[in-house]
């Protein structure tokens, strides 16, 4: 079983910034691949959630066209630490950000194995 706690979300003007955390717990928590993913609709299911980003156990990392080059996954094996670091954020950025454990792969959607955290709301607006 694996426990993932987010933090990090908040109100932030056009243009701004803001890194997100997610602790893990758990037995092999650090064998996992480790995501972001968020969700725009209160009422979506899990597999509707949009995959933002991605780092694998040793370190390699994807990202979705939307905010390549403006977003930064990474992760701290040591502290079983997942971070999203955003920067020049925008009005659609706007969701409630998931970290999730598993096995995520851009254009897949998630497993029904995967753990999720509560998730934490970003909100861009001015």
């Known amino acids: 079983q694996v426990h993932l706690v987010e933090s990090g979300g908040g109100l932030v003007q056009p243009g701004g910034s803001l890194t997100l955390s997610c602790a893990a717990s758990g037995n092999g928590v650090n064998i996992y691949t480790m995501a972001w993913y968020r969700q725009t609709t209160g009422t979506g299911t899990e597999r509707e959630r949009e995959l933002v980003a991605a780092v694998t156990q040793g370190g390699g990392t994807s990202y979705a066209d939307s905010v390549k080059g403006r977003f930064t996954i990474s992760r701290d094996n040591a502290k079983s630490t997942v971070y999203l670091q955003m920067n020049s954020l925008r009005p659609e950025d706007t969701a409630v950000y998931y970290c999730?454990?598993?096995?995520?792969?851009?254009?897949?959607?998630?497993?029904?194995?995967?753990?999720w955290g509560q998730g934490t709301q970003v909100t861009v607006s001015s």
């Open positions: 999730n454990a598993g096995f995520a792969k851009l254009g897949y959607p998630p497993d029904s194995h995967d753990y």
